[in-house]
């Protein structure tokens, strides 16, 4: 979580420089420096902070400067080094200095991830971070290409090029006889419907788009295309299901390769990107399947006691793991029961799994991270966390039924916190044992539409610290609630709230809410402010759907 010290200066992305703990890189082996690097936007000579450089064939140029003229904000922190770039429905975030990052996009309301390895790491310079243009632009929806002429960089919007609301595409679903009548079509039809993927080809007008789920051991499988969007300029996403046949239905006992086939009008769409989701024929999405399994066997760990004797702890796993994991780590765990998760003291004792992520590795086979939350009877009646612990879960289908595979354990972290939990909009807010008795005051924001000057207002749940009284005030932990279409109206500057001209700042959000802290809280400088601004530091905020 980003400090927000505004007493020193406002850390925000108008910021022209970064005066920052972490490691200064130095001109390092493969960047080409020989000359001067220009960049042009939209053929306009921009004049940029700092000297871009070129490393592994990558340009890279100072985040400042530039990233605004792509209707982006970008966010930083200076302790972790993590860069979080917004704009609309997109999030790009990475590491300065590790070569990986992550795209988010919001795909008709379904937020799609996606993990992408750069050719080469953003980095510090002088005192700037440096970012691959091209990666960074073109995820933005902008086209960059490189003049060897110029020895410059040209980003290319056109105004309108780059899209701030995702745009739906109308599809049509195609039978396969329709595809077969048509010999061109037949042939790409033919040589790719077996093989798992997405294939693209164009035909007069039409793009049409070939969704493959592979090959399946029975019948019953069917591939529905629930979607098709322009993300970025040129690019087309799909989203699609496959569903599986019901345990009890009746099926075909042979190999089958289920797929469907869309075609839209070409425009400018130049490529496809896709994702499937695998879902069971009651609705119930594999990676819900998947979590109800881990919550519902960390519910079972507090009844094993790992230091109970063999034969008692054999049994005791038999029956509370037994439905939970697969036969080969029961077993492994009876033999070594040091190795498995468990009750290991009478207190505190592991009260559940808090699921951090989960990452599909294969239609079968998913990866769960986490972590295992202990409590003891204090912690019962305050909502706090006495410890905590990663784990990592491997799930495989094994049969008709999800199961656990392999588990790592992480080391305990003591946690001393206190857990304010918000039922009405779906948040939890870990405190510091120091804030034991805290109290709730809640007030309201008040905000004004730009298009007619009209007023719109939400809640604010004011944390307040034990120790305040009207003599002595101490800074509360403010949080703003705005719903999705509000905080939307608040990106897109059409809602203005309060009088600072910095927008408040999103501490997390559910399917129903955002949440923020005001723009300018701290600028009494009460006591505590800067307990707060550490409080803030270490994301507090935890959210969950209503």
């Known amino acids: 979580m980003k400090k927000t ?56 140029i100072p985040l400042q400067g ?102 739906p595409i109308d599809f049509e679903i195609l039978e396969h006889q329709s595809i077969i009548a048509n010999e061109y079509l037949a042939s790409w039809y033919q040589s790719n419907f ?21 090959e399946k051991p029975t019948g019953g499988y069917t591939v529905q295309i629930n979607s098709i969007t322009e993300v970025t300029p040129g690019t087309a996403y799909v989203h699609a299901t496959l569903k599986s046949p019901d345990e009890d239905s009746f099926v075909t006992d042979a190999l089958t390769y289920p797929n469907s086939i869309a075609r839209f009008n070409k425009g400018n769409i130049e490529q496809v990107q896709w994702d499937l989701d695998y879902e069971q024929q009651d609705g119930v999405t594999n990676i819900e399947s998947i979590k109800n399994l881990v919550e519902s066997f960390g519910k079972k760990l507090q009844m094993v006691s790992i230091l109970a004797p ?62 295992i939350i202990e409590i003891t009877s204090a912690e019962i009646e305050n909502n706090g966390i006495a410890a905590k612990r990663q ?23 003591e946690v001393n916190s206190i857990l304010y939990k918000n039922y009405d909009y779906g948040f939890n807010f870990s405190l510091p044992e120091s804030w034991k008795n805290y109290s709730i005051v809640t007030s309201k924001w008040e905000g004004t539409l730009l298009d007619d000057n009209s007023k719109l207002e939400g809640s604010i749940i004011n944390i307040r610290h034990p120790q305040w009284t009207s003599e002595n005030k101490r800074q509360d932990i403010p949080i703003m609630i705005f719903t999705l279409e509000q ?33 300018r809280y701290n600028y009494s400088f009460l006591t505590g402010y800067e307990e707060v601004e550490s409080i803030i530091e270490n994301d507090p905020l935890q959210s969950f759907e209503k």
């Open 66 to 167: 530039f990233i605004d003229k792509l209707g982006a904000k970008f966010e930083y922190d200076l302790q972790t080094g993590k860069v979080k770039i917004s704009a609309e429905d997109i999030n790009i975030e990475f590491i300065i200095g590790q070569d990986t990052a992550k795209i988010i996009k919001n795909v008709d309301g379904v937020l799609k991830e996606e993990n992408v390895k750069l050719d080469v790491a953003a980095k510090i310079v002088n005192d700037k971070y440096y970012v691959p243009v091209r990666f960074i632009a073109e995820a933005l929806g902008a086209k960059v290409n490189w003049d060897n002429t110029l020895r410059a960089v040209l980003i290319e919007t056109d105004g309108s090029d780059i899209i701030s609301v995702e745009r």
């Open 487 to 519: 905080w939307e109206l608040i990106q897109k500057e059409k809602l203005s709230v309060g009088a600072a001209p910095i927008a408040p700042r999103e501490l997390g959000r559910n399917n129903s809410y955002v949440f923020a802290l005001p723009a």
């Open 194 to 214: 077996k093989k798992e993927g997405i294939y693209s080809i164009v035909d007069g007008d039409f793009m049409y788009v070939l969704i493959s789920a592979g």
């Open 391 to 413: 784990i990592n879960l491997n799930v495989k289908k094994i049969g008709d039924k999800w199961l656990i595979d392999d588990v790592t354990l992480g080391n305990y972290e």
């Open 310 to 371: 063999d034969d008692l702890i054999k049994e005791s796993m038999k029956e509370n793991y037994g439905d939970f994991v697969t036969p080969t780590l029961l077993e492994k765990w009876q033999k070594s029961p040091e190795d498995a998760p468990g009750r290991l003291t009478s207190s505190p004792w592991p009260d559940r799994i808090e699921i951090s992520d989960v990452v599909q590795i294969s239609e079968t086979e998913y990866q769960v991270q986490g972590e």
């Open 5 to 60: 010290n505004l007493k020193k200066a406002a850390i925000i992305g108008m910021c022209c420089t970064i005066i920052s703990s972490n490691t200064t890189f130095a001109m390092d082996n493969g960047i080409d420096v020989k000359d001067s690097i220009g960049i042009q936007f939209n053929n306009e000579w921009l004049q940029i902070d700092g000297s871009p450089f070129i490393q592994n064939e990558r340009t890279l």
